[in-house]
């Protein structure tokens, strides 16, 4: 903390509204909105970056965390029409769906590679009611009891509990019982309902998907946390999208990690927006690891980032690459992923992570 608070004193004078803000920071003490807005306004992107690397090495020490995951998108079918997503309806030509036998086979495909978790999302398929899911999941569980079963967007479960006439409670304690150990953090995009209804506005709002991360939080099912940036939103509204997680992450402490996902321009109907540069991408990592004060990790996405992308943001407040993710999930890829097939040899995953002078730790689904 010295070494710290030597660097910060040279800013008191020229920056004291800025030497207030990393006061704040290396002492522990949160920050609020203004004090974020100011941060990823004026800060230069340099203070930004230290004072993530501080939080994160105060969290995480020099550990970047990773998994021996497959991830199975089982279809690209789906009844909402998003305008940044390259999902298709159940007429297109090219949409696509897989059984239960076909998503078996994929895991047992790589269960040889020593996968300890399964990662299972895919479009809101019209004609999917919970009970379908209910029985892979038993399959799943039965075949495989060691794997982590991360499965199933807050959009998804909404759409397959009603389905059945069921509560958001009621579907969860059955998707629980029946393996369910965590769901993912997608569905999320930007807390802000006119942006939501400009973009996707058969989706659920961004009250509902708070909801139901709570209502599995409180029996037991942690969760991970997303926020699609860098599309039409402003930074007031990213704020306040973090804002919000860290106010239910105070009530429950059931998030695992937050990811911040990188908008695609590829193949939706916001292909006319520019992405986001990579300056900006490191400052959000950066902002979230400083303002997400009582989440533990930042996950750095890899196949959305890239590979290299990634691996800066360890430097930005990141500790955690997800996986090998043997498995791709085609959604990314289609919007103009960098990485078009996302695979990531262990091996590799541990050189690159020891190359940027980094300890790479192995961990379950639990993050254990």
């Given amino acids: 903390m010295q070494n710290a608070l030597i660097l910060l004193n040279k800013i008191k004078s020229s920056h004291p509204e800025l030497y207030s803000i990393g006061y704040k920071v290396i002492h522990g003490i949160r920050i609020d909105s203004e004090e974020a807005m100011a941060l990823y306004t004026d800060a230069d992107i340099s203070f930004t970056a230290f004072l993530a690397h501080f939080v994160r090495t105060k969290i995480n020490g020099n550990k970047v965390y990773f998994i021996k995951n497959v991830h199975i998108e089982y279809t690209n079918i789906c009844i909402n029409k998003c305008v940044f997503c390259s999902f298709r309806s159940k007429t297109a030509k090219d949409s696509w769906e897989l059984n239960h036998d076909e998503i078996l ?28 899911w209910l029985a892979i999941l038993k399959n799943i569980r039965k075949e495989f009891p060691h794997l982590h079963i991360k499965a199933f967007t807050a959009p998804e479960i909404d759409y397959i509990t009603r389905k059945a006439g069921l509560t958001i409670e009621t579907g969860l304690k059955l998707l629980k019982e029946n393996g369910l150990d965590s769901i993912p953090g997608g569905g999320a995009e930007i807390f802000n309902n006119d942006i939501r209804h400009k973009l ?8 509902q998907w708070l909801l139901i991360h709570k209502t599995a939080h409180k029996m037991g099912i942690p969760s991970n946390a997303t926020m699609l940036y860098g599309h039409i939103e ?32 590829k193949n939706n109907d ?9 300056h900006e991408d490191l400052k959000m990592f950066a902002l979230s690891r400083i303002f997400l004060d009582n ?5 750095a996405y890899w196949p959305m ?5 990634a691996l800066l943001a360890l430097d930005f407040g990141a500790d955690d690459l997800d996986g090998t993710i043997n498995n791709s999930t085609a959604i990314y890829s289609k919007a103009g992923a960098t990485e078009q097939k996302p695979q990531f040899d ?11 002078r980094k300890r790479p730790v192995e961990r379950n689904g639990a993050y254990e």
């Fill in 105 to 132: 086979e994929r895991i047992r495909k790589n269960i040889s590679n020593g996968i300890k978790e399964v990662h299972i999302v895919g479009g809101i398929h019209p004609d999917k009611d919970i009970y379908f």
């Fill in 234 to 265: 402003h930074i007031s509204d990213r704020i306040f999208h973090l804002s919000k997680l860290r106010a239910l992450q105070d009530e429950t402490s059931g998030f695992n990690a937050f990811i911040p996902l990188k908008f695609k321009n």
């Fill in 270 to 278: 916001l292909k006319g927006i520019k992405e986001s540069t990579l």
């Fill in 200 to 207: 996707f506005p058969t989706k659920i709002d961004w009250q």
């Fill in 346 to 356: 262990e091996s590799e995953i541990i050189k690159l992570i020891q190359k940027h």
């Fill in 305 to 309: 980032l890239g590979k290299e992308t």
């Fill in 295 to 299: 989440f533990k990790h930042i996950k």
